[in-house]
């Protein structure tokens, strides 16, 4: 020790002396306080001694830093970590999952150096939670705090060998570890008899010291029980003075008690290097855990070891509790289920309601024996149900029905969506049904509901002529049958154009809408699309509609008229007598536009290689070339070359001659189809008519 009276260049060599010892020896706090008084001594000598003093002071202080840390969550931790480990968001570090049969090891990156025996001593101080996957259920494997010569023990097995161990070194004592082990599954091999357990495990899995975990009561003296599985934070504090290993266990609740849980005494030198690794591992097997550390404390000192500040830690996310999930969904599926019946009771409530509601306008009460109630169709339909469905079209879907008396109707169901112009157009369907004329399918009445325009007819049970004529499952009709319905269709378009007064233009005369009764007769039905046609009117009362090949093509220009309700008969005329639609587009180009194909196999003098070849033999090669050019004729490009309806039923029934003409007649053959788009442009709803009719310009061949 130095004195006042010692002489400066001893004071010097006494310094450099106890510097080299205090950076060299492991007991650097002893050696510290032995120099920190003969610098003071010295201090007397020289005042630049200062500066020295400062130097020093640094490197101790720096040293101490080295033995200790403090982790209050490790957001900002710089941690080795490997396998299931990883630290979460907001500052718990997870060391598994409920993956099974996986490891997960967490370390402090820097050794410490445990040297001399005399020096070989720690205290360390963490929180952990044990978390299953659901509340009682059984977890595993358990965690331990570990101090191992490396880092790396992808060497160790999961399950019972909590991540550190394995089947080589059961036993043996070349591991150089110590583990200090919360387990929570009893293996029978390892000779442990409790389920859940703390143990000391040196060098291998079978533990030299392990007891249930608890801890001791202060307030009550006497220990208790502490369920590992709980999921609530566990503190647990190991000490090792030396000579002396303590290991004790507290609810976060708890101050460290008195009574360690386990105490041994044991000599970590022999088993200790020199550079040693702290951190954690975790294994889980069959049954899996969520294991945390939410907070930890380490250091060489006992007096250095730095407090855990338990309310900076993060709270573990708490097992499921299958009773209080259960009451969850009793309470959600009681809900859903109230839930349910209230829709069910409203729906009930407003299917009574809507189910037979009708749109009725005070102009309708003087078509009241027309109108048919809602409610009177849908049960003579039976409910509108796929097996009284009869046809499908453009203009909607046609159900077969049974009116009380036993009447059968057919119930053809449009869809629109405007108001404007209905009541014009029941007006005018309530007046067709006035017509009488045995080749026109009798329009019975009508019905409104919202959205929708239902038309009721009579019911005709050999359905309509393109079944029979495209329909291959169906025979096809006979050449007698075929003119048969021309004339039929012929007589009762003739009384549409010179019966009533003003005339009726159907508008859209096709085979899809030529209905056959019991009997085979032709009947004009589907009036969806007819008006009555005055000569006066303007063009836009009368808009363009009607089917692509059937349109004459004066209606871009003039509009409707008798002439081109003649024209879409003369296609219907060769559609009939071909045994095809007047446009297939699949067919070769020269075939395209049946008015053009068969005027072309005219001027070749092949006119009648054009008939349906389904016809056979059983046809008069006059009347049938007749026919044809009848159908050329009434398809003329310009509308005042062509017939009147009157004159076509004298033709059809060959009281009156065609009137002579050639393939090189103007007009004859000069069609012009209407395009996709062109008839886009022209079908623009008029206000005077209703949405659901201009729409029909592209339909189908539906009924």
Request: proline share 6%; hydrophobic share 40%.
């Amino acid at each position: 020790m130095l004195s006042l009276t010692t002489s400066y260049p001893e004071v010097m060599v006494d310094l450099v002396l106890q510097l080299q010892r205090l950076l060299v020896t492991k007991e650097k706090k002893k050696y510290f306080m032995k120099f920190r008084l003969s610098l003071s001594v010295a201090m007397a000598f020289r005042l630049h001694l200062v500066l020295i003093f400062s130097c020093i002071n640094l490197i101790c202080l720096s040293s101490q830093q080295e033995t200790r840390f403090v982790y209050n969550g490790f957001d900002q931790a710089d941690l080795f970590v490997d396998g299931l480990a990883k630290i979460l968001p907001g500052g718990l570090l997870q060391l598994t999952n409920t993956t099974e049969l996986q490891t997960g090891h967490a370390f402090f990156k820097q050794p410490f150096d445990f040297g001399p025996p005399e020096s070989l001593s720690f205290y360390t101080h963490f929180v952990c939670a044990l978390v299953p996957p659901k509340l009682g259920a059984d977890g595993g494997h358990g965690i331990a705090f570990v101090v191992s010569p490396s880092m790396n023990l992808s060497h160790a097995y999961s399950t019972q060998y909590l991540g550190i161990f394995n089947s080589s070194t059961n036993g043996t004592s070349s591991s150089y570890l110590l583990a200090i082990e919360l387990d929570t599954v009893k293996t029978i091999e390892f000779n442990e008899l409790e389920k859940a357990h703390v143990g000391i495990d040196v060098n291998n899995p079978i533990s030299v010291e392990s007891a249930r975990p608890s801890y001791f009561s202060n307030a009550l003296g006497k220990n208790i029980s502490i369920n590992l599985l709980s999921g609530e934070p566990i503190q647990v504090w190991v000490d090792y003075d030396g000579a002396l290993l303590n290991v004790s266990l507290a609810p976060i609740e708890i101050q460290k008690p008195n009574r360690p849980l386990l105490s041994r005494a044991i000599n970590l030198s022999e088993i200790f290097q020199d550079k040693m690794f702290v951190g954690f591992a975790a294994a889980t097997g069959i049954l899996t855990s969520n294991q945390y550390i939410l907070g930890w404390s380490f250091s060489r000192s006992k007096e250095l070891l730095q407090t855990l500040d338990l309310s900076k830690l993060t709270q573990a996310p708490l097992p499921r509790d299958e009773r209080n999930n259960l009451s969850y969904v009793l309470i959600g599926l009681v809900i859903l289920l109230v839930i349910l019946i209230l829709i069910v009771l409203g729906g009930l409530y407003w299917y009574r309601k809507n189910k037979y509601a009708e749109v009725r306008e005070p102009w309708e009460k003087e078509y009241g024996p027309h109108r048919h109630s809602y409610k009177s169709l849908y049960e003579a339909t039976n409910g509108f149900g796929e097996d009284g469905l009869v046809g499908k079209g453009g203009f909607g879907e046609v159900y077969k029905g049974t009116m009380p008396q036993g009447k059968q109707i057919a119930v053809k169901r449009l869809s629109h969506d405007a108001e404007q112009g209905m009541e014009q157009f029941v007006a005018e369907v309530v007046t067709m049904g006035s017509l009488q004329h045995r080749n026109l399918v009798p329009l019975l009445g009508y019905c409104r509901r919202k959205g929708e325009l239902l038309l009721v007819s009579e019911y005709m049970p050999n359905g309509s002529l393109d079944q029979y004529l495209f329909n291959h499952q169906n025979p096809p009709p006979s050449w007698f049958q075929r003119i048969s319905i021309l004339k039929d269709i012929a007589s009762g378009l003739n009384y549409m154009h010179t019966g009533p007064n003003p005339a009726v233009l159907h508008r859209d005369i096709k085979a899809s809408n030529v209905m056959l009764d019991s009997e085979f007769n032709g009947r004009l039905g589907d009036f969806g699309m007819a008006r009555f046609h005055d000569p006066r009117g303007n063009l836009s009362a009368t808009a363009v509609v009607g089917t692509i090949g059937y349109m004459a093509p004066e209606l871009i220009t003039t509009g409707t008229s008798t002439k081109t309700d003649v024209y879409a008969f003369g296609a219907f005329i060769l559609e009939v007598t071909c045994g095809r639609r007047p446009v297939e587009p699949e067919l070769p180009v020269e075939r395209h536009y049946l008015v053009k194909w068969v005027l072309e196999c005219w001027k070749q003098a092949s006119l009648l290689e054009t008939r349906d070849p389904r016809l056979g033999g059983e046809f008069l090669s006059e009347e049938v070339e007749m026919v044809l050019k009848l159908g050329l004729l009434c398809t003329n490009g310009a509308p005042e070359s062509r017939p009147a309806m009157g004159q076509v039923m004298q033709y059809l029934s060959r009281d009156l001659p065609l009137p002579e003409f050639s393939p090189d007649t103007p007009g004859i053959g000069a069609f012009m189809p209407v395009s996709m788009e062109t008839s886009s442009i022209i079908g623009v709803p008029n206000s005077s008519i209703p949405m659901f009719v201009t729409h029909t310009i592209l339909g189908g061949h539906g009924r």
